[in-house]
C-alpha cells in the first residue's frame, strides 16, 4: 500500500496531463507509471507491452509512442533502453521523463511532432528491475545491483561477433533476443551510468593485447557510428568537451569512443544489435555517478533531453524503401541485403521493407531473397541541410527466377570498393541502362526520365538530334503504357 501511495504522491493532474517527480521510482511505482502513461496522450497511441520477465519474476516493460497509423509501411522503429545494469539508475528516470515529453510537447513542438509523425518509439525504462531493487542511492562506484538475481552481467550475456558466448544465458537477455526477432528496429541506445561519453561498436576484439593503449576495433559503419555518438555528444552541454570524470576517468576526444579503445569486452548488446539484426545502438553514458542522489535528475535531464530528441532523428537519415515480388507486387520478406563495401547484412522486414541508416554519398545496395535474381540498385543519399533528415526512398522490384533475368550493365569491379569503406563517398556508379526503366523507378525518381533529359537539354539551347527526340518519344510512350 506504501508503494501505491508514493505513486499517487508523485504524480498529479495539470491540465489532464501527468506530471512526474525527479525521484526513483522503484518497480511497483514504475509499472504505476507506465499503464497511466499507457492510458494518457491518445494522440501518440501508447501501447504498454511486456517482452518477458526478469529472472525474479517481474515484468520488461515497454511503452510504445507514435502518432502514425500502426499499419503503416515504412515507419522506422526505435528504442531506448536503460538500467541494464542496476544500479546505473539514472537513464531508468529520464526515459520516464521523456515518455512525459513527448506526450506533452505533440502538437506544439515542431520536432516532437514530426518524430512522433514518422517515427515509432519503443522505451524500456528498466531492463535489470531485480539489481535496481537491490542498488542504493548515492553510490556512484561500485557492484552492488550491477548484475541481476543470478549475479550475470547483462551486458555480457548476448551472443558476440567474434567468439562464442559461454556465459549461460538470462531471461533478461533472451528477452531482448525475441523482442528483436519479432520488431525491425533501425536505431537504438542504451543508458548507462559511470563516464560521460557516447560509445559506439564494436566492443568486441578477435584477440585480447596487452599493448598499453587498446586498439579500436572497427566496424564495416564506422563512419555513420561516429557520426551518431557525435550527433549525441555535440546535443549534450558537457559530454561533448570529452572531459574525464572526477574519480579519474578517461578523456574522449569530443566525448566518443569507439568501446574496444576504451576498454575491450565480448557479448555486449550494442555489437549484437549490429551484427545480428543491422540496428544501430550506442551505449550513452550519461552521468559519471551510477546512482547519484535524485536531486540531481533535473539537471540530468535538462543535459541529456535536446542530445535524446536529436538522436531519435537519425533514424531518418540514409535510406528505407520496399522489395517486392515484380508480378504480384508482393513484398517479399527475409530479403538479404547489404551496402557494396560494408560486409553487414540486413533484412527486409516481413512487410518488405527495408532500412539503413547512411551518410551523404553514393553507394550500391545488393539483395538477395530465395526464388529470385539478385540484384543491384544504385542510390544517392543526398545531404539537404536541413535541420531534419530526409531518407533515400526506393522500392525494388525482384524478378522471380522462373522469369528470365533482366539485362543490366555489369557491374565496375570489386576493387573498386575496399573491404571496409569509412567514409560515405561512394565511386560513382555504372549508368543507367534505359532500356529497362521500370515504372517503379520512374515514380520514385531513382534515375532520371528521359522527358527530363529532353527538357534539359532544350532549356540550355542544345537541342538534341532527330534521333534522340524520336527515342525519347518512344520510351516515354513505352513508359506510360
Keep these: 500500500m506504501r508503494s501505491y501511495l508514493c505513486v499517487f504522491m508523485t504524480l498529479f493532474t495539470l491540465n489532464g496531463l501527468l506530471s512526474l517527480d525527479f525521484s526513483y521510482h522503484k518497480y511497483k511505482e514504475l509499472t504505476v507509471i507506465l499503464k497511466n502513461y499507457s492510458q494518457s496522450y491518445p494522440k501518440l497511441s501508447p501501447s504498454l507491452y511486456s517482452i518477458g520477465n526478469s529472472r525474479e519474476g517481474r515484468q520488461l516493460w515497454v511503452l510504445e509512442l507514435t502518432a502514425t497509423n500502426k499499419s503503416a509501411i515504412g515507419t522506422p522503429n526505435v528504442k531506448l533502453i536503460a538500467n541494464i545494469h542496476g544500479n546505473e539508475a539514472v537513464g531508468r528516470e529520464l526515459l520516464l521523463h521523456l515518455i512525459e515529453y513527448l506526450g506533452e510537447n505533440y502538437g506544439t513542438d515542431p520536432t516532437v511532432t ?38 550475470m552481467d547483462l551486458n555480457r550475456n548476448f551472443p558476440d561477433f567474434y567468439v562464442k558466448n559461454m556465459y549461460p544465458s538470462q531471461p533478461e537477455s533472451t528477452a531482448i533476443q525475441k523482442w528483436m526477432d519479432k520488431t525491425p528496429f533501425i536505431l537504438s541506445a542504451s543508458l548507462h551510468g559511470g563516464a560521460l561519453v557516447a560509445n559506439y561498436p564494436f566492443d568486441t576484439v578477435k584477440e585480447l593485447t596487452s599493448l598499453p593503449i587498446n586498439p579500436p576495433s572497427i ?13 549525441y555528444a555535440n546535443r549534450h552541454p558537457k559530454m561533448h568537451f570529452g572531459i574525464a570524470c572526477p574519480d579519474g576517468g578517461k578523456n574522449f576526444t569530443g566525448g566518443i569512443t569507439n568501446g574496444a579503445a ?26 559519471c555517478c551510477k546512482y547519484p542522489p535524485a536531486r540531481d535528475l533535473p539537471q540530468l535531464w535538462e543535459d541529456n533531453k535536446e542530445a535524446l530528441i536529436e538522436f531519435i532523428t537519425q533514424a531518418h537519415r540514409g535510406i528505407r524503401g520496399t522489395v517486392y515480388d515484380s508480378r504480384t507486387e508482393k513484398p517479399i520478406p527475409k530479403a538479404n541485403m547489404k551496402i557494396i563495401g560494408r560486409e553487414m547484412m540486413f533484412n527486409s522486414s516481413q512487410n518488405g521493407e527495408f532500412w539503413r541508416i547512411l551518410l551523404p554519398g553514393k553507394y550500391r545496395l545488393q539483395i538477395n531473397a530465395t526464388g529470385f535474381h539478385s540484384d543491384i540498385v544504385p542510390f544517392e543519399v543526398i545531404d539537404h541541410k536541413n535541420d531534419l533528415p530526409q531518407p533515400t526512398i526506393l522500392r525494388i522490384p525482384l524478378f522471380h527466377t522462373s522469369l528470365p533475368k533482366p539485362t543490366a550493365p555489369p557491374p565496375k569491379p570489386t576493387t573498386l570498393f575496399p573491404p571496409h569503406l ?17 515504372k517503379e523507378i520512374r515514380d520514385q525518381n531513382i534515375y532520371d526520365n528521359p522527358v527530363k533529359l529532353l527538357r534539359r537539354k532544350s532549356n540550355s539551347g542544345n537541342w538534341p538530334s532527330t534521333n ?7 520510351l516515354t510512350v513505352n513508359l506510360l503504357s
Excluded at 517515427?119 to 531485480?130: E, F, G, K, V, Y
Excluded at 564506422?222 to 557525435?230: K, N
Excluded at 569509412?422 to 521500370?438: G, H, I, L, Q, R
Design 219 to 231: 566496424s564495416a559503419d564506422d563512419d555513420v557510428f561516429r557520426h551518431l555518438a557525435t550527433v
Design 422 to 438: 569509412f567514409t560515405s563517398t561512394y565511386p560513382p556508379s555504372p549508368a543507367p541502362d534505359t532500356k529497362n526503366y521500370t
Design 468 to 474: 534522340y527526340v524520336v527515342f525519347c518519344i518512344i
Design 262 to 287: 576504451w576498454y575491450p569486452f565480448q557479448g555486449g548488446m550494442q555489437d549484437f544489435n549490429y551484427f545480428k539484426h543491422g540496428c544501430m545502438e550506442l551505449t550513452l553514458e550519461i552521468s
Design 114 to 151: 514530426w518524430i512522433m509523425r514518422n517515427t515509432r518509439i519503443h522505451i524500456l525504462p528498466s531492463m535489470n528491475p531485480d539489481g535496481f531493487e537491490k542498488a542504493s542511492e548515492g553510490m556512484c562506484v561500485g557492484e552492488h545491483g550491477r548484475c541481476n538475481l543470478r549475479n
